[in-house]
């Protein structure tokens, strides 16, 4: 089964850190660049961060600095937050492209940032 699973979501304090990760099946093939996307309750579905596996990577400016993506990118991705605020509150998701042209989701993890 094709998929993308997430984990690493959860409450955390304004200042705080968390690290989401996320592992594609091994029936995804070709992937060529992972990254993660959010969407906070009314808004549109926004990127957060992605790196391709020759490991270029392009953050949103509302995160730059606080948040830093890795991985092997071929099968896994991670997102270490720091200094988290309020405004951070959504689903993240995982993302996968591949280079036969296929995009994949994960099923989204909440992240909750309140004092």
């Known amino acids: 089964q094709e998929q993308l699973v997430e984990s690493g979501g959860g409450l955390v304090q304004p200042g705080g850190s968390l690290r989401l990760s996320c592992a594609a099946s091994r029936s995804i093939f070709a992937v060529n660049a992972m990254g993660w ?3 906070a309750p ?6 957060v961060a992605t790196i391709t596996t020759f490991g270029s990577a392009n953050y949103a400016d509302a995160v730059k600095g606080r948040f830093t993506i890795s991985g092997d990118v071929k099968n896994t991705v991670s997102l270490q937050m720091n200094s988290l605020k309020p405004e951070d509150t959504a689903v993240y998701y995982c993302y996968a492209h591949t280079g036969l042209g296929r995009d994949y989701w994960g099923q989204g993890t909440q992240v909750t940032v309140s004092s």
């Open 42 to 47: 009314g808004k549109p579905r926004e990127l």
């Open 37 to 39: 996307y959010r969407q």
